[in-house]
């Protein structure tokens, strides 16, 4: 696999990729994909009992076996680690060789938090997952950069000279994108969708399991989505 050669002047950038066992194929597409557009990898293996024989392999990825108490914000544990540009991974998504470079792009335009995936709620939100008043899929095809009040975080791309995050931002297991969204949201730091093509940039790899189906109710992301949103006066 071809390595990322940085410029001179260049800040590095690295990935951050937090996985679980039955998703070992579709981390091993990401991580092949991803590896040449960055300096360095971190690859968070929530629950498996040994390393991937393919990470081992790879000078500049950088992993640990972690118990799955993080769950998904274990993607976040070395974002901070390393002064520059940060692109956060699931692992079932797959960039295709311009990714990076894109969501730079983006990011120069926009600042903040970037992505591919976020929506736009209306306060007061009855329901988390169904009363958002805009969704914009990275799967889909969004016309304009949006503006959102939550970020997806499988697909994400931000400075952390701007954003320096530690665990204690992320206080419950598998609420990454909303938990994420309220540090951003409630320092002013803006939040915003790339516009894109549905398959222009990333790669579905279907897993067994997703976040949806092993949250269950959405009864505390509601709450905590109402919280920031919520005017001072209310």
Request: proline content about 4%.
């Amino acid at each position: 696999t071809t390595e990322y050669i940085r410029g001179e002047n260049e800040m590095i950038t690295t990935a951050h990729i937090a996985s679980i066992p039955s998703r070992q194929e579709s981390l091993r597409q990401c991580v092949q994909a991803i590896y040449p557009q960055v300096d360095k990898v971190y690859v968070m293996l929530n629950g498996y009992s040994e390393v991937p024989s393919f990470l081992r392999e790879l000078r500049n990825v950088q992993y640990e076996l972690l118990d799955n108490s993080f769950a998904d914000s274990a993607k976040f544990l070395h974002t901070s680690d390393d002064e520059g540009f940060c692109v956060v991974l699931d692992d079932d998504l797959v960039p295709n060789r311009n990714y990076v470079e894109y969501m730079k792009q983006g990011w120069d335009k926009e600042r903040g938090a970037v992505s591919l995936h976020g929506r736009t709620y209306q306060y007061p939100v009855q329901r988390f997952r169904r009363s958002y008043t805009a969704n914009y899929r990275c799967l889909g095809s969004v016309e304009y950069n949006k503006k959102v009040q939550l970020i997806g975080t499988g697909c994400l791309f931000f400075s952390n000279k701007e954003i320096q995050l530690d665990l204690s931002v992320f206080e419950r297991p598998y609420m990454a994108d909303v938990l994420f969204s309220r540090f951003c949201y409630t320092r002013g730091i803006p939040m915003t969708v790339l516009k894109h093509r549905a398959g222009q940039f990333l790669r579905y790899v279907k897993p067994e399991t997703t976040i949806w189906s092993m949250t269950g109710h959405d009864e505390i992301q509601t709450q905590i989505i109402n919280n920031y949103l919520c005017p001072s006066a209310c």
